[in-house]
């Protein structure tokens, strides 16, 4: 790792898990918070990247509520989920906890905002999905040096069956080619405070994204450097087919 690098890691973990139903006494489930491996699913996620490179920050996003008691109870939930494994407990970093906001992009630009406050001298940022804790050491290196060389990098898989495009009656419209094609996962990597500046942008903007690499594509390669030098697009590095979200109640048996 350079030594100019601070690195912050932010875990998306604010959603409803509406998809993955109920446990036997009826309360909902969420899979952030599932047992894994002597801690969590939530636990599983953030270790990946402590093991592997020095982060100084992490900022963990929980689910909001208007009822200030309920609020109370999930920002301790997403504690006990996250410090269930005594490694990430122990680990030498600022902790952040953060209420999600309305949509995954309002949650990820606030949790930004909290690094810019506690760590401006964030360099880059990992943003990864709190529910995806299979991801590998490679996969967090293979990002990390495409993201200190072109700014920005996501991991990505070609897809295995041909791809087409319809219209809105379910007519083909286009055949796509699938070598030019690419399913991504996370971690997205960025330069810290080009993809801060984008998603500020983002947030006045009426447009819906899809995720942060278009909202790095739409803003921030625009923009140049402190060289003159425009950033880059998102560089697509190998993925990993084990690399799986969490979001249906088949996919728990894979912890």
Same mark, same amino acid.
Not at 10 to 23: C, K, N, Y
Not at 206 to 216: H, L, Q, R, S
């Given at each position: 790792?350079?030594?100019?690098? #601070?690195?912050?890691? *932010? @875990?998306?973990?604010?959603?409803?898990?509406?998809?993955?139903?109920?446990?036997?006494?009826?309360?909902? *489930?969420?899979?952030?918070?599932?047992?894994? $491996?002597?801690?969590?699913?939530?636990?599983?996620?953030?270790?990946?990247?402590?093991?592997?490179?020095?982060?100084?920050?992490?900022?963990?996003?929980?689910?909001?509520?208007? $009822?200030?008691?309920? @609020?109370?109870?999930? #920002?301790?939930?997403?504690?006990?989920?996250?410090?269930?494994?005594?490694?990430?407990?122990?680990?030498?970093?600022?902790?952040?906890?953060?209420?999600?906001?309305?949509?995954?992009?309002?949650?990820?630009?606030?949790?930004?905002?909290?690094?810019?406050? $506690?760590?401006?001298?964030?360099?880059?940022?990992?943003?990864?999905?709190?529910?995806?804790?299979?991801?590998?050491?490679?996969?967090?290196?293979?990002?990390?040096?495409?993201? &200190?060389?072109?700014?920005?990098?996501?991991?990505?898989?070609?897809?295995?069956?041909?791809?087409?495009? *319809?219209?809105?009656?379910?007519?083909?419209?286009?055949?796509?080619?699938?070598?030019?094609? &690419?399913?991504?996962?996370?971690?997205?990597?960025?330069?810290?405070?080009? *993809? @801060?500046?984008?998603?500020?942008?983002?947030?006045?903007?009426?447009?819906?994204?899809?995720?942060?690499?278009?909202?790095?594509?739409?803003?921030?390669?625009?923009?140049?450097?402190?060289?003159? #030098?425009?950033?880059?697009?998102?560089?697509?590095? @190998?993925?990993?087919?084990?690399?799986?979200?969490?979001?249906?109640?088949?996919?728990?048996?894979?912890?």
């Amino acid at each position: 790792m350079a030594q100019n690098d #601070e690195l912050a890691l *932010i @875990l998306v973990a604010a959603g409803s898990s509406a998809r993955i139903g109920f446990d036997k006494t009826g309360t909902k *489930i969420k899979k952030e918070y599932l047992a894994m $491996n002597g801690g969590t699913v939530l636990s599983c996620a953030a270790k990946a990247f402590l093991s592997t490179l020095d982060f100084s920050t992490v900022v963990v996003t929980y689910p909001n509520s208007d $009822n200030a008691e309920d @609020l109370k109870a999930n #920002e301790q939930k997403s504690k006990d989920a996250l410090f269930a494994d005594d490694f990430v407990k122990n680990y030498k970093a600022k902790f952040i906890f953060v209420p999600g906001g309305k949509t995954r992009q309002e949650s990820v630009h606030d949790a930004l905002e909290a690094i810019s406050e $506690n760590s401006p001298d964030c360099s880059l940022v990992f943003i990864h999905d709190g529910a995806r804790p299979f991801l590998k050491a490679e996969t967090v290196q293979l990002t990390y040096r495409a993201a &200190t060389e072109f700014g920005a990098a996501v991991p990505g898989l070609q897809p295995t069956e041909t791809q087409k495009k *319809i219209d809105e009656n379910g007519f083909i419209v286009k055949h796509l080619l699938r070598a030019s094609l &690419t399913a991504v996962q996370t971690p997205q990597v960025f330069k810290f405070e080009p *993809i @801060l500046e984008a998603h500020r942008i983002a947030a006045e903007s009426t447009k819906t994204f899809t995720d942060d690499t278009e909202i790095w594509d739409e803003y921030a390669s625009k923009r140049k450097d402190e060289n003159g #030098e425009p950033y880059s697009r998102v560089k697509v590095v @190998l993925g990993d087919p084990e690399n799986k979200k969490i979001t249906y109640p088949e996919d728990i048996k894979f912890l």
